[in-house]
């Protein structure tokens, strides 16, 4: 595939920003970084001309399809009326409806304009809530970019230290030394670890925040009843259960991991699916809790109910409301999965194909992976010779094998055929 209209942007890009892109998590290598041209339904094109079908889907916020005409048509309508006013709209209201009509445990909602503002927010409003500062979170659990969190996310768990005395590993040079004293981070799926850390610090802990699926390990699944357990022990040590739902929600079900797994948070975080690639997020949940945002309690910002991200957000709702967009994209992704299981069995590669159809992932040579720890012993290098190869063919999952493969409507059965004969191709070629 051509790459020199690629090469050529990076080279201007890496003059004038840090790495030659706006995120660092774009940045795959000074001679390997992709610039793109446009995107459309489930299709790419970077700026060479090469299509690929898209698996990253800009991490997952896109659930319908790339420049969706539909969500592009109601922003278009909201442009022409002006989009930011220090003032609320009726959209927004339609918006909060839809989302506490969709979402069980959420009774109400403010508006933000990403996942990292809605965590940030929500930890302020759990710590005010019950008066304590400490956060648990677990390991290979990312939630944004703020610094409360950034603890053990996509690290190399060997600097996590033992299991059973597990060490915060801040992921990043610039974080207080005071937030390390007030995070507490175990591995998913351990509940007897879980127990045994709350016995001795509950006192302290204001929330326990869960990415219910890992959508930033691969989509790690819990463990059959690990989120009601996660749910009893706040309830009975009077600690604030915050769900993440910024992967998950508006993606694996209308209502998200509280539908899939029959679990009510006491606060949860939305943001990616929510507008379908445009900027809108929110935070919810329990009246009680919610109602102390404006009681003592500070959240706002200036781009918060923006007209553009509201708009999108309206018209994506209505579609999941009212058609069914999610289960088409689960049963593309049951065909992908089992598609994926075959190849692999008749190639005779050990991968264990785990998560939701809507976002899921493999790992090579290991079994069942439940937590971090375990998955960081998969053959991750022999995952990124894999996706190389597929990128040549046109396929483009992320290539690094934390992030999940996500679904989108736009993917068509045609799609997952191409994909899946492309698979068969590369692990005859790429060999372990
Ligand atoms: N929470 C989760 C579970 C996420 O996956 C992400 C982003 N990947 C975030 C929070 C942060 O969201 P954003 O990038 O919109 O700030």
Not at 71 to 99: H, K, P, Q, W, Y
Not at 254 to 282: F, S
Request: with cysteine; charged share 20%.
């Amino acid at each position: 595939m051509k790459r020199q209209k690629s090469q050529a942007l990076w080279d201007r890009a890496s003059e004038l920003m840090p790495l030659g892109v706006n995120s660092n998590f774009r940045y795959w290598g000074d001679d390997a970084t992709l610039y793109v041209q446009r995107a459309e339904g489930a299709y790419l094109w970077d700026v060479d001309g090469n299509r690929y079908i898209d698996y990253r889907l800009a991490f997952g916020p896109i659930i319908l399809g790339h420049a969706y005409p539909a969500v592009n048509a109601r922003v278009r309508e909201a442009l022409d009326s002006g989009v930011l006013f220090a003032m609320t709209s009726e959209a927004e209201v339609r918006v909060a409806e839809r989302i506490v009509a969709l979402c069980p445990g959420v009774e109400k909602v403010r508006l933000v304009n990403s996942g990292t503002e809605a965590t940030m927010h929500a930890l302020r409003v759990a710590r005010a809530y019950t008066g304590r500062e400490k956060i648990l979170k677990f390991e290979g659990q990312y939630h944004g970019f703020h610094d409360y969190l950034m603890f053990s996310t996509y690290g190399d768990p060997s600097a996590y230290g033992s299991r059973r005395s597990p060490i915060p590993a801040p992921m990043t040079s610039g974080i207080p030394r005071c937030l390390h004293d007030l995070i507490l981070s175990v591995p998913y799926n351990d509940f007897e670890l879980l127990e045994q850390t709350l016995r001795h610090t509950w006192h302290d802990v204001a929330a326990i925040i869960v990415e219910p699926i890992l959508g930033n390990c691969a989509g790690i699944e819990p463990l059959p009843g690990f989120l009601a357990f996660i749910r009893e022990q706040c309830t009975r040590y009077g600690i604030v259960f915050i769900l993440d739902e910024v992967k998950s929600g508006f993606r694996i079900a209308r209502g998200g991991a509280q539908e899939v797994y029959d679990i009510v948070p006491d606060l949860a975080t939305y943001a990616k699916a929510l507008g379908n690639g445009y900027p809108v997020a929110a935070l919810g949940g329990k009246r009680e809790i919610m109602d102390t945002i404006g009681r003592g309690v500070s959240q706002g910002g200036t781009f918060c109910g923006n007209g553009v991200g509201v708009a999108a957000a309206d018209a994506t709702l209505e579609l999941l409301q009212t058609q069914p967009i999610l289960e088409t994209v689960a049963e593309r992704g049951r065909k992908l999965q089992a598609g994926l299981r075959s190849i692999f069995g008749q190639a005779g590669i050990q991968a264990n194909v785990h998560g939701h159809p809507a976002m899921f992932s493999f790992s090579i040579g290991i079994h069942n992976p439940a937590d971090q720890r375990a998955w960081a012993r998969s053959d991750r290098d022999y995952y990124l010779r894999l996706m190389a190869a597929l990128y040549e063919r046109g396929i483009m999952p992320d290539y690094d094998p934390r992030e999940p493969w996500f679904l989108c409507y736009s993917h068509s059965d045609a799609d997952i055929d191409a994909t899946l004969n492309a698979m068969e191709d590369v692990l005859r070629e790429v060999k372990r």
